[in-house]
């Protein structure tokens, strides 16, 4: 076979046409991220989007070049103007992370550098071994665990429980990789009803269906209660069912609570279950030594999922699973056709390829960010940042106290605080409606993110402290403007 090229002609890359201009913009795009992150508490949290903000993304595609000043400007005007809100000190929505300044110049620099960390002999896999190792230290985890970094807890899960899986059913002489779940038993997966929806999401994925799930309540605090779960466990063995796992969750999405981890560890080694811990809100908190007892029990997991754009701060985009048996981790995921043969020399050498422990091949160098910024923090800043998120949940929780029209509904177990307004003689079902309203009016007003649920039937804002930015007076400010908009709402019913 022949192959025709055409005559040479200009060849084209997209290095910058003007490296000078490039150079002159980005020191500008430099200085502009400086100084967004500086201010950021002069802004409002978030604003609403108007319907012309929403119109610019609804423009014609692109075919001809533009002058990359001309695309940062209008950057500027139409997206970095518009932040979802969670850098500034008062979000404390759902889990979500503030992330850093460092950490987006850390993410830069990995863009720079750009490498595929699915494998080969390169110091980005050693990077990422180095954080992981490090990782294994501060959750008490033996060297001969195995972790890899993903794109947050979800697919943490999702990689423990498939590793679960399949020392499972070799553990019934089943190669499920080779078989599938075709011929398997009902098998039961154990976890309490505050679990989060990305275990549901990882069980449908796995091919073991919700039904899987057996869902145990949780004690006043929230907590699996651990009476319900073994008898559970032995009302399924009686009716034929396969039991082969417990999910323990180290800080609950709702109110951060964290189950009795030993007890379930107890269970587990006596029913010969997998022991899985989500860890995706609370495990970094055995950064602190006054945290750690909070975890205990975490450290005896099969495996343990956690996030480290949560409570960690990093840039959104990096969870992290360690298994403690490593080398069941790289059975359930190696896989080498010709083209990715791991080589004696060479590039394609080196022993460790990160695509032998999760899902993904090509893998981003999220493990740059996570290198340079312990190093920039260490373990001892990152602990006692936590420490201070736990203490202004508490304080937050004793400002409810303290008002006679706020009534707390969760007293904080990590850093997530979550309460109501309330006025005299105003039934439930109107309360639920005053703290959503009030809710909403307090987001729309830019003043602060909360984020709304349900803990016992009642609407409750709910407040997760994940914020490197968060200082007391902010949450002095919350309370009072939760409780000047709840008058006023309760004013016009
Ligand atoms: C957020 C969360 C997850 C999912 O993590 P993502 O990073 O959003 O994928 C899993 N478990 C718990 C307890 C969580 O709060």
């Known amino acids: 076979m022949s192959a025709n090229s055409t005559p040479l002609k200009l060849e084209e890359s997209l290095d910058p046409q003007d490296w000078e ?46 002058d990359p000043a001309d695309v940062y400007d209008e ?15 008062r979000f404390w929505g759902w889990v979500i992370g503030t992330g850093s300044t460092s950490g987006a110049l850390a993410e830069m620099l990995a863009a720079t550098i750009n490498p595929n960390v699915g494998g080969g002999d390169q110091i980005a896999s050693l990077v990422e071994k180095q954080v992981i190792d490090w990782f294994k230290q501060i959750l008490g985890y033996p060297e001969t665990a195995s972790g890899v970094l993903v794109s947050g807890g979800s697919l943490a899960n999702q990689t423990a429980l498939q590793v679960a899986r399949y020392v499972t059913a070799r553990n019934a002489g089943v190669d499920v990789r080779k078989q599938g779940m075709i011929n398997a038993p009902r098998y039961r997966i154990y976890c309490s009803a505050e679990t989060h929806s990305s275990v549901e999401r990882s069980m449908d994925a796995l091919g073991f269906g919700s039904d899987s799930i057996n869902s145990i309540p949780v004690d006043d605090q929230y907590r699996i209660d651990i009476a319900a779960l073994e008898a559970a466990i032995a009302a399924d063995r009686a009716a034929g069912l396969t039991p082969f796992c417990v999910i323990g969750t180290a800080g609950t999405t709702n109110t951060g609570s964290v189950d009795d981890l030993n007890a379930l560890a107890d269970i587990c080694e006596r029913e010969k279950l997998w022991f899985h811990v989500d860890g995706a809100v609370g495990a970094v908190g055995a950064m602190s030594a006054a945290l750690r007892p909070l975890l205990a029990g975490m450290e005896r997991a099969d495996s343990i999922a956690f996030d480290l754009h949560k409570w960690m701060y990093l840039t959104i985009g990096i969870g992290c699973v360690l298994v403690r048996n490593g080398k069941d981790h790289y059975r359930t995921y190696t896989l080498t056709p010709d083209y990715l043969k791991h080589g004696t020399r060479g590039l394609s050498g080196g022993d460790l390829w990160y695509s032998d422990y999760s899902a993904e091949l090509s893998r981003p160098y999220r493990a740059l960010e996570v290198w340079m910024l312990l190093k920039e923090h260490g373990v001892g800043k990152y602990g006692r940042m936590m420490e201070q998120n736990v203490d202004q949940a508490r304080y937050l929780a004793d400002l409810v106290n303290a008002s006679p029209k706020l009534e707390l509904l969760a007293a904080p177990q990590l850093m997530i605080t979550c309460f109501r307004y309330r006025a005299g003689g105003i039934d439930d079902a109107t309360l639920d409606k005053v703290n959503e309203e009030m809710l909403f009016r307090v987001q729309e007003a830019g003043i602060a993110i909360p984020s709304g649920t349900r803990l016992h039937g009642k609407y409750a804002i709910r407040v997760c402290i994940v914020n490197h930015r968060t200082r007391r007076e902010d949450l002095d400010l919350l309370v009072r403007e939760v409780i000047r908009i709840g008058d006023e709402i309760v004013r016009s019913l």
């Open 21 to 66: 201009a490039l150079r002159e913009l980005a020191h500008r795009m430099i200085d502009d991220v400086i100084e967004y992150h500086r201010t950021v508490r002069e802004r409002p949290v978030w604003e609403p989007l108007s319907p012309q903000e929403r119109e610019t993304m609804n423009a014609p595609l692109p075919v001809d070049s533009s």
């Open 75 to 89: 950057f500027a005007r139409d997206i970095l103007s518009n932040p979802m809100g969670n850098i500034h000190p």
